[in-house]
């Protein structure tokens, strides 16, 4: 799993700088800096950013200035809370609660000044509006209901709250010493729960079920939408976890020092992983697919990538830098560096354009149809190895314009109405001298699949580079198989032999 330094668009070389805050929906992101130069107030940071291509490429919003602890984002509608720091003397200035319509790029000041947001959450919908207030305003819990423009304190009006969820109009909020509380009017009124002490700083909702950590005392679940806890039926007494996340059934949680846990039981008991050591910071899940960020203490720093609902997990090319903040999105992830070294992200490189035709057998007779109109289930007939189910697919939306490395181009075939990211390619029986060089020279190794080597599409004269700049619909799949490194060969237009995408190559 291979993840990349991401572009400032400004000066088109990689993005630099401290980010504490990631944020990814869909195709569109925002990132929240941190500061540079530590709480001891010798750095003021450098804004929020925006990314319109799953985080591949940054530029800097409205908000130049600042350190931005807490950023939510919906849709078109985001909300951002931040700080400025002056040196000497030393003084922290708070910047207002503000609000976007157009996904981050530009930003209005709310009603609210004066406070600082440890945590924010927005509706799926992007209209109802959480936020939580920090230490340095510790001030209970507002809401909103206009995404973000106007808020009103809710009946909690003190206090320290470090995480906020909401599912629907339900909503849980954990504080620093005073446990849970939950909502059922999307943060309107508050109702404390069984849990009423204890530091609360990573807690989430998925429907009715919710997880969060508890100070030392390990992992409780609820299943009431968090009116009532109770402590996981796995003994985790005495063992401490930074970081929970609940997608379905699915719940992953990063330790302290123990590694990555699983449930596949929404959090009523927990299982480890195959990473047993190091302290991580951040996680999230996304289906079966996860992304966690390791801040040492175990095998490596860095940046993880996990499978089978947090099962297994991989360590990244990512090894050796402090990672703060994780984000996932179907099948692409960013992660922000605690280390000056700005934004990582991962695009799959195997995919295909949304017209591509796949040879399919449906009621029993074989036929070409658009890749955008297959869906899981659906059987791909394979090189060797018969007919496949396909097992997952996705799609997101790609501007090739905004990178320069060749296997992350786009390149049409020529004289086909095919096309594939420079590193997908086409199977061929033997590669050229000049197309062995050419792949090595991309960046990419030399494949087989079955007794075909894989020509990537960067390396052969049989394509050209694709340079329009627009946004482009790609697709990708994987088919039933139980190696998540398997790829198969697979019939594209008129029966040219392609690629399917690996599970380990499309999760992240």
Partial sequence: MSFSRAINNATTGNLSGFFQTVVLSGSTAIAGSGDNGGFSGSGSGNGVWY??????????????????????????????????????????????????????????SSNITGLVF?????????????????????????????????WTASNITSGIFNTISLFGSNAIAGSQGNGIYYSTNSGQTWTQSNITTGNITSLIISGTNAISNFSAAGIYYSTDSGQNWTISATNFFGTIFNTVFLSGANGVAGGGTNGIWFSTNSGVTWSQSNITTGAFQSIALSGTIGIASSTGGGPSSGIYTGSNSGANWSQSNITATNISAVAISGTNGIAGSNANLGIYYNITTLCYEKNTLILVLENEVELYKKICELKVGDTVKTYKHGYKNIKLIDSFHYNPSYTKRNKRLLYKMIGYDVIVTGKHGILVDELTEQEIFNT???????????????LPACASDKFEKVIDDKDFELWHFVLENDDINKCYGIYINDGILSESCSEDCFRI
């Fill in 118 to 150: 440890n945590s924010l959450v927005l509706s799926s919908d992007g209209t109802k509006g959480i936020a939580g207030c920090s230490n340095i305003s510790p001030s209970g819990i507002y809401y909103s209901t206009n995404s973000g423009q106007t």
């Fill in 51 to 108: 990314s319109s291509n799953s985080g591949a490429n940054w530029t800097q919003s409205s908000l130049s200035g600042g350190i931005y602890p807490a950023l939510a984002l919906s849709g078109t509608n985001a909300i951002a809370s931040g700080y400025e720091i002056q040196p000497s003397p030393f003084v922290i200035t708070t910047l207002p609660l503000s609000y976007s319509t157009n996904s981050g790029q530009t930003w209005t």
């Fill in 440 to 454: 090595k020279m991309s960046g990419t190794t030399i494949r087989y699949i079955d007794d075909k080597k894989v």
